[in-house]
């Protein structure tokens, strides 16, 4: 059968991929405030830079220009900021609320594409923008629930993954794969390094064991979702990884006795469905302009 027409085996690889990630986000729950956020974020990467070797031969021959190496620069920025503000939200807000508005940064992205690299937002795509943020007021009910730091952490999450991807789309025509992931995780590990200095503690080695499972996690995540990629189209693997939010929700009810909340559900469901028909919008354009959940984390 060949490639992007294997639905079955594009939705088993992705279903991997949504428990790699649940993974990343319990283990980083179970840390909680014992680590400061931007240290715990540094040693998150410092220790998954193992994980680099086989890229530098391809970061090396790649003869990166001044505007590459900007480009980089400026996308390890964002998204040092954004995953400093993950692993603050992961401390102080339950596990279904952080998965459920880590689905804000593809449409993001949509919105990104059409104000800043001028992409196309037809009606029906903007009405699809407009009710994943309607999905996003459904889990915040400002007014009606006490909005937490880690809940407007995670709005500042899902922008600064956003960018970082358009940034990278720029470069996708440019560079290999293994030149924009070795880049990031460069670049990531040198501007967590301040944050980290400005806030550290001693760690324990129980901690530092836990945050190199983070590592590993995350780094298996990202290879399950690639090789899910290569199987389907994002039509079929999209709307598999909703059920992210169905084991945080188990999973902080049973590990982290955290309440079960119907609306964090139902504002999640309503963004996964808009960025479900956002996806296979783009497929009918033969465009793939928005990642998968978590394709930039």
Request: hydrophobic letters at 60%; glycine letters at 8%; proline letters at 6%.
């Amino acid at each position: 059968m060949p490639a992007q027409n294997r639905p079955l085996i594009g939705v088993f690889w992705m279903v991997l991929t949504g428990l790699n990630f649940v993974a990343v986000t319990a283990l980083v729950k179970h840390i909680g405030d014992a680590v400061p956020a931007a240290q715990g974020a540094f040693l998150r990467y410092l220790l998954g830079l193992v994980f680099l070797i086989p890229m530098i031969r391809p970061i090396l021959a790649a003869h990166l220009t001044r505007r590459q190496v900007k480009l980089f620069a400026a996308r390890g920025v964002v998204h040092t900021l954004a995953v400093i503000l993950w692993f603050f939200a992961m401390a102080r807000i339950p596990i279904a609320d952080v998965t459920a508005m880590n689905y804000l940064a593809p449409v993001y992205i949509t919105l990104g594409a059409a104000l800043f690299l001028k992409e196309p937002l037809p009606p029906r795509r903007m009405f699809a923008v407009v009710m994943a943020l309607i999905g996003a007021l459904v889990i915040l009910r400002p007014g009606f629930r006490e909005i937490d730091t880690g809940h407007i952490a995670m709005l500042g999450t899902a922008v600064g993954f956003a960018a970082g991807y358009l940034i990278a789309k720029q470069l996708s025509g440019e560079v290999s794969p293994a030149v924009i992931v070795g880049m990031l995780s460069i670049t990531v590990t040198i501007g967590l390094a301040p944050f980290a200095a400005a806030v550290w503690v001693p760690v324990s080695m129980a901690n530092v064991g836990w945050l190199f499972l983070v590592a590993c996690f995350a780094t298996a995540g990202h290879l399950t979702m690639t090789m899910a990629f290569a199987a389907a189209p994002l039509t079929v693997t999209q709307p598999v990884t909703f059920l992210q939010l169905i084991w945080a929700v188990i999973l902080g009810a049973v590990v982290f006795d955290e309440g079960i909340d119907g609306w964090v559900v139902f504002g999640g469901a309503v963004i996964m469905a808009s960025v479900s028909f956002i996806t296979w919008r783009e497929a009918i354009a033969k465009r793939a302009l928005t990642p998968a959940v978590h394709a930039t984390k």
